[in-house]
């Protein structure tokens, strides 16, 4: 058990890190019991009303990014919002949008996947006393895995026509893909027990291994990285090559080797700022003008909740589909392909 001044003494060293220990926890917590709420609404329909009826929790269709995918190419194509799943394209938008900005803030900061990957890698370091690396033909061999991935699905909505777009959106099969994947962890087959166990498990050797490798979410919001307007700049003058900040880099970036971290794999997390012992050596940089450690985190979440909070008073956040309509599409669930 560690003392108290223990606790007093990380805080004050790394306030930015325990405050995003704490929002990842907050955010885990929220998702959980987002789960809980659509998992109840589910079951009013499926035991026909006998379990009381509890709204659906909008936040659900943050889950489904390629029907967002869609409804952003309708939405930039022809200005109009989807109104079947508006929440999950407005979080899509923002996560993507924002990342020119604030480079993979979602992923160090919010993303649920992120944070366990984090933390079971965590786990292993105390294991295991280590987290262990791979060899560089292996990272070579998995990395392209993401953009591939990225590729097939971006690839995918771009060749379709937009009037296929609107058909698809407007598909029963849209309209309950938040069920579809309820169902589909509620029935998980040992396949996808087993691919999941080991995704989670891999980070237990690796840190984020989903993350690193297989993620195409956190590819697409890398990519805003490109223009390279926010960026980890190390003063080489003042720096001690102690290598502080490559060890406690989540995505093992040699920050240490680099004059500015333009890496798209960067969260932004900046945990390398905080660990580094020399004053003013690491520091976060916006159009290269030196900025406060908390400003990122900060702008980023204002901006976050003020477009939540847009989306909701101007009616861009609940689905349009109404009771009457779940009651018919969560009965025909099992039939719906
Ligand atoms: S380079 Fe720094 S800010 Fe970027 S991911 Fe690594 S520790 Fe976080
Ligand atoms: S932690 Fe700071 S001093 Fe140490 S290598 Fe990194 S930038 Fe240099």
Avoid at 9 to 37: A, E, M, N, S
Avoid at 123 to 137: D, I, M, S, Y
Avoid at 186 to 200: Q, R
Avoid at 271 to 276: H, I, L, P, R, S
Wanted: charged share 15%; aromatic share 16%.
């Amino acid at each position: 058990m560690k003392s108290r001044d223990w606790y007093v003494k990380q805080i004050k060293r790394k306030p930015v890190q325990i405050t995003r220990y704490v929002v990842q926890t907050v955010f885990l917590l929220f998702l959980l019991y987002v789960g809980v709420r659509f998992y109840q609404f589910y079951m009013h329909f499926e035991t026909l009303g006998e379990s009381p009826f509890v709204e659906r929790p909008a936040a659900v269709e943050g889950f489904l990014p390629i029907s967002a995918l869609m409804g952003l190419k309708i939405w930039l194509g022809t200005g109009e919002f989807d109104i079947i799943h508006p929440a999950g394209l407005v979080l899509f938008s923002f996560f993507v949008g924002s990342a020119f900005f604030f480079r993979r803030t979602f992923c160090s900061w919010i993303c649920p996947i992120g944070t366990a990957g984090e933390w079971i890698g965590r786990l292993g370091k105390k294991l295991f006393k280590r987290n262990f690396e791979a060899p560089t033909w292996l990272t070579w061999l998995l990395t392209p895995i993401k953009y591939l991935l990225l590729l097939f699905f971006i690839g995918m909505v771009i060749l379709m026509p937009t009037y296929s777009a609107i058909e698809f959106i407007n598909t029963p099969y849209n309209k309950i893909s938040d069920i579809k994947m309820l169902l589909f962890f509620l029935h998980i087959s040992g396949f996808g027990l087993g691919f999941v166990v080991l995704m989670f498990g891999l980070s237990l050797f690796y840190k984020n291994f989903w993350c690193c490798f297989l993620c195409p979410y956190g590819a697409l919001i890398g990519l805003g990285a490109i223009f390279r307007i926010t960026k980890v700049r190390r003063n080489e003058e003042t720096c001690m090559n102690c290598e502080m900040c490559t060890k406690v880099c989540p995505s093992r970036i040699k920050v240490h080797k680099a004059a500015a971290v333009t890496n798209l794999n960067c969260t932004g997390c900046l945990a390398c700022v905080e660990a580094c012992p020399v004053k003013d050596t690491l520091t976060m940089t916006v159009a290269n003008k030196k900025v406060n450690k908390w400003f990122i985190p900060v702008a980023f979440f204002v901006l976050f909740f003020i477009v939540v909070g847009f989306a909701k008073l101007t009616g861009h956040w609940e689905t349009i589909i109404h009771y009457e309509e779940w009651k018919q599409l969560i009965t025909e669930a099992n039939n719906i392909q």
